[in-house]
């Protein structure tokens, strides 16, 4: 949105506590998110290229703490189903749901986990620093849990490669038919080198000139 001179910063961001803190979840509107979900998992499953990755990362992630496991369209369609049919039913299955929706958003927008990112021209606005204190302040205030205690601010990142990776595992493969799709598609993964790696940049260099070679003589 266009800052004029600060005050669209500080318009956005009281937006941005709205929809974060003050919204309040329905299963009404829980259920009208689980069937949109629901009617995009097809087009996933007849994306080649996509299944693939999905696949690849069943064999290589935890499925008990990888988001990239979490998010397949194979775990999604049946849990999104189960989601739908307690929502629709309507009474404590409904409401289990809703608070399950409600203690998630409490938890990942808890003040202590929260950054803020402004990409701005600062000279010309009109004291930035003080509209985002007064936008973010009230963020303090917002009930998580009366009964809970604080939580405790979790320690900075010091490793960006660290990934529950099961590089226990060799030689795992899968097969997967899909009727919707005519083509074939192959994924391949092998160790390699960490984020901090000094040989990191040399890999993607090779790796884009690879990819430039691509279906050339």
Request: hydrophobic fraction near 50%; include cysteine; glycine fraction near 6%.
């Amino acid at each position: 949105m266009e800052l004029d001179g600060g005050a669209g910063l500080g318009s956005a961001l009281k937006w941005v506590r709205r929809a974060l803190f003050l919204t309040r979840v329905t299963a009404d509107d829980a259920a009208i998110g689980a069937r949109r979900l629901l009617a995009e998992i097809p087009a996933v499953i007849r994306n080649g290229s996509r299944m693939a990755a999905e696949v690849l990362a069943e064999l290589e992630c935890d499925e008990d703490v990888s988001n990239l496991v979490a998010r397949d369209p194979m775990r999604q369609q049946p849990f999104l189903i189960r989601a739908l049919a307690d929502l629709d039913a309507g009474g404590a299955r409904a409401s289990a749901v809703v608070d399950d929706l409600e203690r998630l958003r409490a938890a990942l927008t808890a003040p202590d986990r929260l950054k803020f990112f402004v990409a701005a021209n600062l000279p010309r606005l009109d004291d930035p620093y003080a509209r985002l204190a007064e936008a973010t302040a009230a963020l303090a205030c917002v009930p998580i849990d009366d009964g809970a205690a604080p939580p405790v601010a979790a320690p900075p990142a010091s490793h960006g490669a660290t990934w529950r990776v099961l590089s226990g595992r060799q030689a795992q493969a899968a097969v997967v038919a899909l009727s919707a799709i005519e083509s074939t598609f192959v994924f391949a993964c092998a160790p390699g080198v960490g984020a901090y790696d000094d040989d990191e940049a040399s890999l993607l260099v090779a790796a884009e000139y690879l990819t430039a070679l691509e279906g050339k003589s």
